[in-house]
């Protein structure tokens, strides 16, 4: 049966809120997520999960302990599990997330950044 | 430790074969790859394995046995497993892969354009 088309640019413009993943598609174990972010988020790890941030639009800078690491369109990097990181951006950035179902956004930290439940669109 | 940062246009800008995805990153249970295809491949599915498509440049066919799904830059979809299907591309297309270590391009059939060792870079 024809699966669906997603265009990602389709999808970004129909939420706006920061911080808080959307799940548009599952492969295998793992989620497709989109997400914007603006401003600071927190430092945490995760702990048995590598995350796949993949930047569309904007510039994302992901601070680690030795240095940060800024990306634009068409950039990606995999912060493998374990690794402290800290996602920063000065404007929005919108971002595709690629990552474990289990994953939770702030990893090892509760807080009230912290999104359980997860919208699907 | 601060992660590769991968382009993507960078990377696709180093090979020009078709039909022989490219490894570009390790994810958890599943690989990131980057192949370029043109013309028609072959109908094949997947036994235990779902297949993410994202499309970077071009415009993209695959065929599935109740229609065709055509998709341009920044779209993308998910054939789940034991789906039948088959990429076309009457000019070539650039295409982003996500998909488990364990799946083979040519799926249950094997030919001349299966790919055992899939190169790295």
Known sequence: MKPEKINLAEKFSHFSEHWSPKIVGEVND???????????????????????????????????????????????????????????????????LFEPRSTLNTGNVRSERTREQLERM
Chains 1, 2 share one sequence.
């Open 30 to 96: 793992s989620y497709v997520k989109l997400v914007k972010f603006k401003g600071e988020f927190m430092w945490h790890h995760h702990e048995a999960e590598d995350e796949m941030f993949l930047v569309v639009k904007g510039r994302l800078c992901i601070r680690f302990r030795d240095g940060d690491l800024w990306m634009g369109p068409g950039e990606f990097c995999i912060v493998p599990r374990g690794v402290e990181h800290m996602p920063v951006a000065e404007e929005e950035v919108h971002v595709v």
